[in-house]
């Protein structure tokens, strides 16, 4: 069964940086394409960013230019680095998994989900 935790969430003040990590176990890695979702409070989950490899990456517009999505099949491990963070990047995020060969915007399209970590900006 595979398995996805997240950590590295927290709270920052505009303009901070943080990095969050998605561990994966019980399958084969380097397969899955790899995502980032979040989830504001009271309001629907929306894509962030997902990444198959190194040159087949998907951001979300609200994110290009400030987050950097990225893998290590070593460490069975997704990352999303955050910068310039503002109050509405407040979220939970969800780290989310499948076996497409290309990244999907569509949570439907992901099988396997995290717990989600909670990212707090203040102003």
């Known amino acids: 069964q595979v398995q996805l935790v997240e950590s590295g969430g927290g709270s920052v003040q505009t303009g901070g940086s943080l990095r969050l990590s998605c561990a994966t176990s019980?399958?084969?890695?380097?397969?899955?394409?790899m995502a980032w979702f979040r989830q504001a409070q009271g309001k629907e989950r929306v894509f962030v960013a997902a990444i198959r490899n190194s040159i087949t990456i998907n951001y979300a517009d609200s994110v290009k230019g400030r987050f950097t999505i990225s893998r290590d099949n070593a460490k069975n491990t997704v990352y999303l680095q955050m910068n310039s963070l503002k109050p509405g990047d407040t979220a939970v995020y969800y780290c989310?998994?499948?076996?497409?060969?290309?990244?999907?915007?569509?949570?439907?399209?992901?099988?396997?989900w995290g717990q989600g970590t909670q990212v707090t900006v203040s102003s």
């Open positions: 989310a998994a499948n076996n497409r060969l290309r990244p999907s915007l569509r949570g439907d399209d992901y099988v396997y």
């Open positions: 019980g399958g084969t890695f380097s397969t899955y394409t």
